[in-house]
């Protein structure tokens, strides 16, 4: 089965062979032995009426989840650290990093493959809808994964968001990952940690060499990343390589880790790996990045790769967890781009911004010292002072929102300065299960100009709560393979949700100038939309994607650089937003429609997020469910 679309055996085929499903058992068996062979013809034999509950399938089915998980993480154990169950019997993943050489991705994808397999025979019948729509998920995001890993080249997401053609570009690649693992995401508390955090230094040589193998596999093919962010990612890999070439980052955590406590030979033996053996490597791939260079060329979408089309078809699919073309979703960025400078433009007018389009009023806006942080150290400070202050504000009105409620453990972050040249404003997660690693937002404070006072709020939300780190608590009481498995549309329309429910909840009530700035990340990612499939399918150039965002959103320049880039380097990804966005918004117009005077917002936001991070048409199914239990 090279591709899932076109598996040996299709879901249809499997249930027909396995008649009572994995572990499930079939109504009638559930019937006493009396009532199988009836004495009378008149006797009618039927199951339970539906809905019934088969606990014993249930549980088979979760131990099937359970199993796949486990699974995935033995390919993947970085992520079984960022979940917290590398411990017990699974605490040797702790000591190993994922196999990214292509014999690695294969072994993955045959697993994937297998265990696609074993979710189909699952019969539904006799299943609650929570185990449903785990197995849904599941279905889902293997699915789609396996269709990205049949392409020649890439990195394909498994329940995640980085559809990645270059593996080694300006925010891609173990150079960058690397440091930030071993800095934020590897425990040191015990003896056995420092261990294992050797082993993964020890282990990250061959990591960075496979990684390396698939590239050149790809230059072979022709597949060449454009000039421009082979421009911003050779120095920041050049940096990298200096800085391990003295132990840097790499070692500091045991520097000053007081389980370590300054022991010499611990220290000595992890510099020796990081300076003799990964700095090679890290060298090797620059030598590569260099020779990349001098084929370079300045043409920024998929198009211009071997097959372009076929590859960014996927990428959307994977984005958007639906099957909509990129004309369907560039006509749905500039409706929605229209729609939201109507709502922007009288707000506008009553500050006194009254000629001009809305772009060149908000870059006007923009530009008004009133709402800029000072610059340097001292404006860091003042943006970290403001994001605090509206995390405590936004942690107050979530009982307003929501009956189900989680309490966070956030941290902020600055975004770390090698990686913050090729990286966006902001991003956020969750933490682990256990709670021993925070959620975290990270800031992008490589200058404070990035920043105004009138959007950073709505920047806060998005990240933190009742964004990404507020959703996460809830996908972490999941099973693991729920916590696991993430969705672009669904990861980012929540997030944009959680700037709604700001809005609504009162953020700018007294403050008008930053509703604007809600208004104006809407639109930003209305444009991400058009945007990204004008590079990839209409054939933009850099300076006129750029440009888009300038001219018709009143966007910083220095700001959507960066963004056009990485839409150049994750196709498809920058479209899921606003369309998962938008999608929410119409199950709860749905909703509030169909129940009347019955729909409660709160169990709404509790019916998305308690539901889980799903592809949008398990979202939608659940919302039905939501619809159907209120009514009674």
């Known amino acids: 089965m090279t591709q899932s679309s076109k598996a040996n055996i299709s879901r249809r085929q499997a249930l027909s062979k396995i008649g009572g499903g994995l572990g499930g058992v079939s109504a009638f ?15 009618t034999i039927s199951p339970p009426p539906p809905p019934y509950v088969d606990k014993q399938a249930i549980a088979s089915a979760n131990t099937l989840l359970e199993d796949i998980a486990y699974r995935l993480l033995g390919h993947q154990p970085e992520r079984a650290t960022g979940v917290g169950v590398d411990t017990g019997e699974h605490a040797g993943l702790r000591g190993k990093l994922e196999d990214q050489s292509q014999a690695g ?11 696609l397999e074993l979710v189909w025979y699952v019969k539904r019948q006799g299943l609650d809808a929570e185990t449903i729509t785990n197995l849904d998920v599941v279905e889902s995001g293997y699915t789609l994964a396996l269709d990205g890993m049949a392409l020649p080249y890439g990195n394909a997401p498994i329940g995640s968001w980085q559809t990645n053609p270059y ?8 150079y960058i990952n690397m440091q930030r693992f071993f800095g934020a995401g590897v425990p040191l508390n015990t003896s056995d940690d420092v261990g294992y955090y050797t082993e993964r230094l020890a282990a990250l040589p061959d990591v960075l060499n496979g990684e390396l193998e698939r590239v050149k596999a790809a230059r072979a093919m022709g597949v060449i990343a454009p000039d421009f962010l082979l421009d911003k990612a050779i120095p920041q890999l050049k940096n990298t390589l200096l800085d391990t070439m003295k132990g840097g980052a790499l070692l500091a955590p045991l520097e000053t ?5 300054g022991d010499a030979s611990v220290l000595a033996g992890a510099k020796e790996i990081i300076t003799d053996q990964i700095a090679p490597a890290l060298e090797a791939q620059l030598a590569e990045l260099n020779e990349l260079r001098k084929e370079a060329k300045g043409n920024p979408g998929m198009w211009a790769q071997p097959q372009g089309d076929e590859w960014y078809a996927w990428a959307l699919r994977s984005s958007t967890t639906t099957t909509l073309t990129p004309d369907e979703i560039h006509q749905q960025g500039l409706e929605e781009l229209a729609s939201l400078h109507a709502r922007m433009d009288p707000i506008l007018q009553e500050i006194g911004y009254t000629k001009g389009s809305v772009g060149e009023r908000m870059q006007g806006l923009s530009n008004d010292p009133r709402y800029k942080f000072a610059d340097g150290d001292e404006g860091r400070k003042e943006i970290f002072e403001f994001i605090d202050d509206r995390i405590e504000w936004i942690k107050g009105q979530m009982p307003r929102a929501f009956n189900t409620l989680v309490d966070p453990n956030l941290e902020v972050r600055r975004i770390p300065i090698n990686e913050q040249d090729g990286a966006p404003g902001a991003y956020g997660g969750a933490g682990s299960k256990d709670g021993s690693i925070p959620g975290r937002f990270w ?7 990035l920043h105004r006072k009138y959007d950073l709020a709505d920047l806060t939300f998005h990240e933190a709560i009742p964004g990404h780190v507020w959703e996460g608590e809830y996908s972490n009481r999941l099973p693991l393979i729920r916590s696991i498995l993430a969705f672009n549309p669904f990861s980012e329309g929540w997030a944009l949700y959680g700037e709604q429910l700001a809005d609504e909840l009162g953020a700018y009530d007294e403050f008008k100038v930053g509703r604007l700035g809600y208004l104006q990340s809407l639109a930003f990612r209305a444009c991400r939309m058009v945007v990204d499939t004008g590079l990839h399918s209409k054939r933009w150039s850099r300076d006129k994607a750029v440009g888009f965002f300038v001219e018709r959103n009143g966007s910083k320049r220095e700001e959507v650089e960066s963004e056009v880039d990485r839409y150049c380097s994750w196709p498809g990804q920058a479209t899921g937003y606003k369309l998962g966005h938008s999608r929410i918004v119409e199950l709860r117009e749905k909703a509030s429609n169909q129940l009347d005077s019955a729909y409660d917002m709160k169990a709404f936001n509790d019916a998305i997020v308690l539901g889980g991070n799903a592809p ?12 159907a239990g209120a009514k009674g």
Do not use: E, F, H, W
Not at 257 to 261: E, F, K, R, S
Not at 443 to 449: E, K, V
Not at 616 to 625: E, G, I
């Open 616 to 627: 949008m048409d398990v979202l939608a199914k659940n919302v039905d469910r939501y619809i």
């Open 29 to 43: 068996a559930l019937l006493p032995a009396c009532a199988a062979q009836p004495a009378a013809s008149n006797l």
């Open 105 to 115: 991705q294969d072994a993955l994808a045959a697993t994937l493959r297998k265990d």
């Open 257 to 261: 880790a007081d389980i370590v406590g």
């Open 167 to 174: 593996l080694v570009i300006q925010n891609c690649g173990t």
């Open 443 to 449: 800031i992008n404070l490589r200058t404070t100009d």
